[in-house]
Each structure stands twice: as C-alpha cells, then as structure tokens.
C-alpha cells in the first residue's frame, strides 16, 4: 500500500491515461538521471496533462546528478505554465542523493519497505592541492543547496540538517518517520538564482 501525500490532484488518481510512471532504480549518476529528465522534457514538449509518478529505489550516489533531477523537476512542479506534477515513490532504499531527490516529488509516498538515509557527502578527495580545493567549494556548495532543499521539503530544522550532513554517521528514517518528515505544505524556493540550472544540466550531458 502506497501512503502519499500532499496530494493537490485527485482528478488524476481515477485517470490512469493521464498517469505515467517512471523508474529510478540503482546507483545515481548521469547515465541514470539522463533519460528520466530527457522523459520529462517530451512531456512538456506534449503538454502532458495529469501527474508523473517517479518509483525510487536507490542506495544514492552522485549528488550533481541528483541535482540536476531536482532542477528540472522544481521547474514542473513550481511553475503554472505546465498542467502535470512529478510525484515521488519510495519503493525501498532513499539513501543519500535519493532520498533528496524523493522529498522534491509534489507529493512523497512511502512503502512498508521504505527506508531514508542522510549522511555526509564529504568524501576523501585526492589529486593536487587546486583539485582538493574545488571539490571541497563544490562539496559545501552542494551541501548549501540541500541545507536549503531539506528546510523548504521537510519537517527538519537547520541545526539538525546540517548536523546530519556534516558528521560521519549515518541517520536512517523508518517508513512512519519518512512520512512525517513530509507531512507539511509544499514550500516554494525563494530564489532559483543561487541554483546554475544550465551548467547542472550541462554536467548531465543534455546540450
């Protein structure tokens, strides 16, 4: 049994032609992402009209490509010029860059089988000093953005996120948690200008 949540479309649960499912399953990374953003933009493309159910299930992986999901996404969900929502699914796994990917879904349902995971990003960088030094500035500037993600999507306060992206240990999230962590009105973003929608979607190989 699926639980969702703030649900803003019942029209569309009767309608299954105007209902389309996708996949995410397995590590995240722009051969993933790729053809699930391509997806999205024939929809808009068609003037789909109706609601996207995107079924999660990943241990993580690479966040920009997460990111890059996410940018597209907020642009259907936030916006009145497109007549269909991107809805998320947690079928098992939302590990890390997954379950950020889950909580920007218009509405977030979970499974008996879902469970969360947030950690730290921050890995074990190698290469020359200017190397280390950009993937530590794209390391916090990402960490910056799902600060802010998990404040607009979650019941979460800032002490508590950062502290969950910011140590070693992993926090984990039961189903029952999952949903209340959802379980607030959708908050717009106050600004997509901190956000280089064109270069995250350039990383992903789509121009």
């Excluded at 007549?83 to 997954?98: C, D, G, P, Q, W």
């Excluded at 029952?176 to 959802?182: I, P």
């Excluded at 995250?200 to 121009?207: C, D, E, I, Q």
Aim: aromatic share 10%.
């Amino acid at each position: 049994m699926l639980s969702f949540f703030k649900r803003k479309n019942k029209e569309s649960d009767t309608n299954s032609d105007k209902r389309k499912k996708l996949l995410l399953m397995g590590d995240i990374s722009d051969e993933l992402i790729k053809p699930i953003i391509e997806e999205l933009f024939r929809l808009q493309e068609e003037d789909f009209e109706g609601s996207v159910d995107l079924y999660i299930s990943s241990t993580g992986g690479y966040v920009g490509s997460a990111l890059s999901l996410i940018t597209v996404m907020d642009s259907i969900n936030d916006s009145p010029n497109y007549k269909f929502k991107v809805n998320t699914v947690a079928l098992r796994e939302i590990y890390s860059s997954a379950f950020y990917i889950w909580v920007s879904g218009y509405t977030s349902a979970t499974t008996s089988f879902s469970e969360g995971l947030i950690h730290t990003s921050f890995g074990s960088p190698e290469g020359s000093e200017n190397q280390i030094k950009d993937y530590l500035t794209q390391t916090q500037r990402e960490n910056e953005i799902i600060t802010d993600l998990l404040l607009r999507r979650t019941t979460l306060d800032r002490d508590t996120i950062e502290k969950m992206i910011g140590d070693s240990r992993d926090h984990y999230f039961t189903d029952s948690e999952l949903r209340r962590l959802v379980a607030i009105p959708r908050k717009l973003p106050d600004s997509y200008g901190d956000i280089d929608i064109d270069n995250l979607v350039r990383r992903a190989n789509l121009k």
